[in-house]
C-alpha cells in the first residue's frame, strides 16, 4: 500500500518536474535548453525534493499538493536558516548546496521508513 503511494507519488512529481520544463521554456525562450533544465533542477533539489520528504509525516492527514505546496515553504526555511548558521560555523558556501539537501533528505528518509 505505502509502496504504491510512494511510487504514485513519483510519478506526480516527475509530471511537475515536466511541466515545470515547458513552464520555465515558454517564459524563457531565448535560453538553451540545458540551462532551463540545470535551473529547474537544481529549484527541485534544493527547495522541492526536500521539503517534499519531510512532509512526508503528515501524509495522513495531508494530501500530495498540501504536502507540496508547504513542503516548498519548509525546505526554503530550513535550507535558509541551516545554511547562515553553517556559514557561520565556518562551513564554505559552496557545500551547502549539496550537504543541506542531502541532510534534509536523509531525515525525510528516515521518516518515510519509520512511517511504514
Known amino acids: 500500500m505505502k509502496k504504491d503511494l510512494i511510487k504514485k507519488e ?3 512529481l516527475v509530471y511537475i518536474l515536466l511541466a515545470g520544463i515547458v ?9 538553451d535548453f540545458p540551462t532551463i533544465l540545470r ?13 517534499f520528504s519531510l512532509m512526508y509525516y503528515w501524509e495522513d492527514k495531508l494530501n500530495f499538493m498540501e504536502r507540496f505546496l508547504i513542503g516548498v515553504a519548509v525546505s526554503a526555511a530550513i535550507i535558509g536558516t541551516c545554511s547562515y548558521y553553517f556559514g557561520l560555523i565556518g562551513l564554505n558556501i559552496k557545500y ?14 528516515i521518516i518515510i521508513i519509520k512511517n511504514k
Do not use: D, Q, R
Open 96 to 109: 551547502h548546496g549539496i550537504l543541506l539537501p542531502l541532510l534534509l533528505l536523509t531525515i525525510g528518509s
Open 39 to 51: 535551473t529547474l533542477l537544481a529549484f527541485f533539489w534544493l527547495f522541492i525534493l526536500p521539503g
Open 10 to 12: 513519483a510519478v506526480s
Open 23 to 31: 513552464i520555465l521554456k515558454i517564459l524563457f525562450y531565448n535560453e
